[in-house]
């Protein structure tokens, strides 16, 4: 059943995602080559609390960390550890908050220091493909209009999305209906209503669209070693348009 969020509702959406995004913006200060993805996840996690906020990834399913930091051909899920980045990678960081029942989600791929131009086409794709997705976001709108226009941008461009995770609806959870693909046909899919909230999140390989886990059961790579990102915003559909929620 998918839930339509009252205006109450979604401002304190609004502070959840406030909360994700300086996150998000307090990382890619910290980004350096030699930093450690733990280190990244203190950070996070001691942020969030200071704001009266909850880390919503740790614990999740028995997830050990606040954040996911997927560095290079790993998608998504990435567990934070003692390992360094290094000069020339590209890490993606989900981050999610629970701020008095409501959720905030949101991703950011970033570079470490100069990477290749390859790496940096591969990032700018994804994000331009969220940002393509979420004008699609509104009233009257089906929900694969979003999907489509992520997946034309993207393999317009030479890569490819991710079809084992989606996005998908958010509010008081995390996970809520509908899944939103990152590839479908443009008219088809539920009616887009104001008041529906949606995590819309390309994942986009440079190659293959194919995918696996890890065998720590969380760390999703592709399958054929090729870099990928990740973009996410928390929107909410409203009459005169998409809102980024998880924004500052």
Excluded at 125 to 136: A, D, N, P, Q
């Amino acid at each position: 059943m998918i839930i339509i969020k009252s205006a109450k509702e979604i401002e304190l959406m609004r502070r959840a995602g406030r909360i994700v995004a300086q996150v998000l913006q307090n990382i890619s200060e910290a980004i350096r080559p030699g930093i450690t993805t733990a280190q990244l996840d203190n950070l996070a996690r001691r942020f969030i609390k200071s704001q009266h906020a909850k880390p919503a990834f740790l614990d999740y399913h028995g997830f050990p960390a606040s954040i996911c930091t997927s560095v290079n051909e790993e998608v998504v899920h990435g567990i934070p550890s003692l390992r360094r980045l290094a000069e020339g990678d590209i890490v993606s960081v989900d981050v999610g908050a629970s701020y008095k029942g409501y959720f905030g989600d949101a991703a950011c791929t970033f570079p470490v220091g100069k990477i290749s131009p390859l790496a940096q086409k591969l990032i700018d794709v994804t994000k331009g493909s969220l940002l393509r997705g979420i004008k699609e976001a509104i009233p009257g709108k089906r929900l694969y209009d979003i999907s489509s226009a992520i997946q034309t941008f993207v393999e317009r461009q030479g890569f490819s999305v991710v079809r084992n995770y989606v996005g998908h609806g958010i509010g008081t959870s995390m996970h809520e209906e509908p899944q939103v693909p990152n590839f479908g046909t443009p008219g088809k899919g539920p009616l887009l209503q104001e008041g529906m909230v949606l995590a819309i999140e390309p994942m986009v390989n440079v190659g293959s669209w194919e995918v696996k886990t890890l065998k720590d059961q969380w760390t999703v790579v592709t399958k054929d070693g090729s870099l990928s990102a990740h973009f996410e915003h928390s929107v909410a559909i409203l009459k005169d348009g998409p809102e980024i929620l998880t924004t500052l």
